[in-house]
């Protein structure tokens, strides 16, 4: 009984094994890494997503697990898995990264206060208070994160109101939520290789 316990246990971990090794083409070293920690990140916009597509209920708890997850792998531990020319056969990483290091620096940085801000907005389900509106101006906060990235943007400032946990924390979650995936999706479209 014991023998087969152990031939299924070492069955099932070969076939994991196997199939992470498909799902990252064959990746080693700091790129397995680095899409690891990409698909930790997919996986909790995912729980986040199907609760406000309605396909789960409302649950703050599953928010602000996501939000935690996606703030642990922004800044720099997602940074510093990106060491200049960790380029390989099967990275999906652009070289347009290290050209650009310091905006990617930025986004990865910002992904981090966002997710913060997600967290602690994941009790306001859909509630925005007065002075949170206000703070927003006329102008709304959403935009492409090129134009937060500008001179002229929201990005202009030392410390840019939007992305000041404290503002975040009065918003809805969905809203916040919103702004965590725009970014991620600013940061893809540019430096990720799409299949």
Known sequence: MKKVLIS??????TVMTTQQVVAHGGATGVVKERMDLMEEMKDSVKAVSSIFKGETAYNADIIRKA?????????????????EGSLSGHSEAKPLIWDEWQRFKTLS?????????????ADNKEVMPENAQQMMGSGGMMGSSDNMMGSGGMMGSSKPMMDDP????QMPSSRVFQ???DNCS???????IED
């Open 179 to 181: 702004m965590v995936t």
């Open 186 to 192: 600013s940061c893809h479209e540019r430096y990720r």
């Open 67 to 83: 939000a935690d997850t996606i703030k642990t792998h922004s800044g720099d531990a997602m940074t510093e898995l990106f060491p």
């Open 109 to 121: 940085d910002r992904q981090g206060k966002l997710a913060d801000g997600l967290y602690r907005s």
């Open 8 to 13: 299924t246990c070492l069955v099932a971990l």
């Open 166 to 169: 404290d503002v975040l924390a």
